[in-house]
């Protein structure tokens, strides 16, 4: 039996189960023999492998965004009306078969677009190029889910089995679980608030379906049975998502506002290019970046260019690293401009936490 078969056959019974205490424990061994298996299926054990099509596209930029959806949506119109580029538009499915890449600079910030090709049910389980696009999906900083208005969340809920199936989180934080293996002494659980999904005998059947027998398990927060698969997988990425509603030229003003409340969407009109400084503005907001301005010795700060860094790297030392790697052997002191420092300017060190649109002049032994 192959690992579709196998997947096919434990999605089945875990439809089938009733979801109650009793069937509690059977249904969490079930989703970590599910997980076991989609690990399987996105690294499969044989080397071989045929060529292909080109797929996968060099990281350029300070980000990358992933666009997502099914065949005919608008992603490659929203694209080339984005950034210029030309990817291949027509009126009937699937007419994008290999990733087009296109970049636009927003806010002094080099974003990559990859507009993937479209996804089809079953993309986890290697139909279509699935398998493929998910992998690219898995490199992004952001994903734009693209839906069409008319064709409602049915799609949306489809786009997130999928992605999900493949390890990707999305708009979710990682489970505040520790999880470390050890040689001897078997299960030892310790919870630091109360639990209502899980107890030592649960933690204890998950663990030994991955063949783990001793362990130190400390839950942080009440976490179900797939957090704690997730936190064993440790091959999760967490990643912000946008909801894309596009077509909303063929809608009601009524509908519209009621598209609005939804939580992580933005409606849009590809085609007419309608509401795209909206879409722009939750995209900095989501992509978290930090524009720092270098200023050179004796002169005005360079505003055109600035250097990016990722929000939670974001040190004065990330800031040498990413402009040059030796600088910091040579490093002295930064004087910084701007919302972090009290003073301005104030002599800080390597360690010191920059803010957005921060300017650093940085001094060198001599």
């Given at each position: 039996?192959?690992?579709?078969?196998?997947?096919?056959?434990?999605?089945?019974e875990?439809?089938?189960?009733?979801?109650?205490?009793?069937?509690?424990?059977?249904?969490?061994?079930?989703?970590?023999?599910?997980a076991?298996?989609r690990?399987?299926?996105?690294?499969?054990?044989?080397?071989?492998?045929?060529?292909?099509?080109?797929?996968?596209?060099?990281k350029?930029?300070?980000?990358?965004?992933?666009?997502?959806?099914?065949?005919?949506v608008?992603?490659?119109?929203?694209?080339t009306?984005?950034?210029?580029?030309?990817?291949?538009?027509?009126?009937?499915?699937?007419?994008?078969?290999?990733?087009?890449?296109?970049?636009?600079?927003?806010?002094?910030?080099?974003?990559?677009?990859?507009?993937?090709?479209?996804?089809?049910?079953?993309?986890?389980?290697?139909?279509?190029?699935?398998?493929?696009?998910?992998?690219?999906?898995?490199?992004?900083?952001?994903?734009?889910?693209?839906?069409?208005?008319?064709?409602?969340?049915?799609?949306?809920?489809?786009?997130?089995?999928?992605?999900?199936?493949?390890?990707?989180?999305?708009?979710?934080?990682?489970?505040?679980?520790?999880?470390?293996?050890?040689?001897?002494?078997?299960?030892?659980?310790?919870?630091?608030?109360?639990?209502?999904?899980?107890?030592?005998?649960?933690?204890?059947?998950?663990?030994?379906?991955?063949?783990?027998?001793?362990?130190?398990?400390?839950?942080?927060?009440?976490?179900?049975?797939?957090?704690?698969?997730?936190?064993?997988?440790?091959?999760?990425?967490?990643m912000?998502?946008?909801?894309?509603?596009n077509?909303?030229?063929?809608?009601?003003?009524?509908?519209?506002?009621?598209?609005?409340?939804?939580?992580?969407?933005?409606?849009?009109?590809?085609?007419?290019?309608?509401?795209f400084?909206?879409?722009?503005?939750?995209?900095?907001?989501?992509?978290?970046?930090?524009?720092?301005?270098?200023?050179p010795?004796g002169?005005?700060?360079?505003?055109?260019?600035?250097v990016?860094?990722?929000?939670?790297?974001?040190?004065?030392?990330?800031?040498?690293?990413?402009?040059?790697?030796?600088?910091?052997?040579?490093?002295?002191?930064?004087?910084v401009?701007?919302?972090?420092v009290?003073?301005?300017?104030?002599?800080?060190?390597?360690?010191?936490?920059?803010?957005?649109?921060?300017?650093?002049?940085?001094?060198?032994?001599?």
């Open positions: 039996m192959g690992v579709l078969e196998k997947i096919a056959e434990i999605e089945s875990m439809a089938r189960t009733q979801r109650n205490k009793a069937t509690a424990h059977h249904l969490g061994l079930l989703k970590a023999r599910l076991k298996l690990r399987e299926l996105l690294t499969p054990k044989s080397g071989g492998g045929g060529g292909g099509e080109g797929f996968d596209v060099a350029t930029g300070d980000a990358r965004i992933g666009f997502v959806g099914f065949p005919s608008g992603k490659s119109t929203l694209l009306n984005l950034a210029g580029v030309y990817s291949e538009v027509a009126a009937y499915e699937f007419t994008t078969l290999t990733t087009v890449p296109g970049v636009i600079r927003y806010k002094g910030a080099k974003v990559q677009l990859l507009d993937l090709p479209g996804i089809i049910e079953g993309a986890k389980d290697g139909k279509g190029r699935g398998r493929q696009v998910i992998a690219v999906a898995r490199t992004c900083s952001l994903i734009f889910i693209v839906l069409d208005v008319l064709k409602p969340l049915h799609h949306k809920r489809l786009i997130e089995h999928e992605l999900e199936g493949f390890g990707i989180r999305l708009n979710k934080q990682p489970p505040n679980i520790g999880f470390r293996k050890k040689e001897k002494g078997g299960i030892n659980l310790t919870s630091t608030v109360t639990q209502t999904h899980l107890d030592v005998d649960m933690v204890k059947a998950i663990l030994s379906e991955y063949k783990i027998h001793n362990a130190d398990v400390t839950l942080r927060m009440d976490a179900t049975d797939e957090d704690l698969i997730d936190a064993i997988e440790g091959n999760r990425v967490y912000p998502c946008i909801y894309v509603l077509k909303i030229d063929q809608i009601s003003i009524e509908e519209l506002d009621i598209i609005y409340k939804v939580p992580h969407c933005v409606p849009i009109s590809a085609h007419h290019k309608w509401n400084d909206d879409l722009l503005e939750k995209m900095w907001t989501y992509l978290l970046l930090v524009r720092i301005y270098t200023k010795k002169q005005l700060p360079d505003y055109e260019s600035p990016v860094l990722h929000s939670g790297k974001q040190t004065v030392e990330d800031l040498c690293n990413q402009l040059h790697k030796s600088i910091m052997k040579d490093f002295k002191h930064a004087l401009w701007g919302s972090s009290k003073h301005n300017p104030q002599k800080v060190g390597k360690d010191h936490y920059l803010h957005d649109e921060d300017v650093v002049q940085i001094i060198k032994k001599i």
